[in-house]
C-alpha cells in the first residue's frame, strides 16, 4: 500500500493532482478541495499522505497534508453506504476539524450541505460516524503542545460534565483571546462565563 509520496507537483486539477517522484514515477492522486487549497505552487516540492481504494473497477490513490485528515478518510470508508466518492465530497464540503464535529454534534444540517447527502443520509452517517471520529473533532491549533494543551482542557471539561462538543466550543472560544500560558489557564478561560 502507498502511505505517502514526496516529490514535484507537476499539475493540478479541479479534483486530482499529478506528482512526480525522484524515481521519475508520476502518481495521479485524488485531492479533495480543502487539501488542493493548501497544497503548494506548480513545480514545487510537495509531500502527501495517501489512501489507496481499490474497487472492482478502478484503484486510486486520495491525498492528504496532513494525518488527522487521512485518518478521518478512512473512518468515513468505515461507515456502510460511504464509498470513496463521498468521503472525498465530504472533506472537499468541510475540513477535516469541521466535518469530524459536525458528525459528533450531529449536525444534520451542516452535513446535507455535501452534495449527495440528503437527511436520512445525514442522520445516519452521524449516528454511525459520531463516536468513531470524536478524537478528530478536537481544536487542532499548530503545535505538538499546543495540541496536547487543548486535548487536556477539552478532557478537562468533559470530566466536569460538558458534552464533547461543548466542551471543544469553550475551548474554542477561549483561544480566541489568544494563546494561554498554561493548560489551566486554557480551562479557566473556558469555564468563564
Do not use: C, W
Not at 44 to 58: H, I, K, Y
Not at 117 to 136: F, H, M, N, R, Y
Amino acid at each position: 500500500m502507498i502511505s505517502r509520496l514526496q516529490g514535484t507537483l507537476l499539475s493540478r486539477g479541479p479534483t486530482r493532482v499529478e506528482i512526480e517522484t525522484k524515481g521519475g514515477v508520476v502518481y495521479e492522486v485524488e485531492t479533495p478541495l480543502t487539501v488542493l487549497e493548501r497544497l503548494p505552487s506548480v513545480g514545487d516540492a510537495v509531500e502527501v499522505r495517501t489512501v489507496q481504494v481499490v474497487s472492482e473497477t478502478s484503484v486510486a490513490l486520495y491525498g492528504f497534508i496532513d494525518l488527522h485528515e487521512r485518518q478521518l478518510f478512512q473512518r468515513l470508508l468505515t461507515a456502510s453506504g460511504v464509498g470513496a466518492k463521498l468521503a472525498h465530497a465530504m472533506l472537499s464540503t468541510f475540513t477535516a476539524e469541521r466535518l469530524a464535529r459536525a458528525l459528533v454534534e450531529k449536525n444534520i444540517a451542516a452535513l446535507r450541505q455535501v452534495p449527495g447527502v440528503g437527511k436520512k443520509k445525514a442522520e445516519k452517517l452521524a449516528i454511525e460516524l459520531s463516536d468513531k471520529v470524536a478524537d478528530l473533532a478536537l481544536v487542532t491549533p499548530s503545535g505538538p503542545e499546543a495540541s496536547d494543551s487543548v486535548q487536556d482542557a477539552v478532557r478537562a471539561l468533559v470530566s466536569l460534565g460538558y458534552s464533547l462538543g461543548d466542551a471543544d466550543r469553550a475551548v474554542r472560544t477561549a483561544l480566541e483571546a489568544g494563546q494561554p500560558s498554561s493548560t489551566e489557564e486554557l480551562i479557566r478561560r473556558a469555564l468563564a462565563p
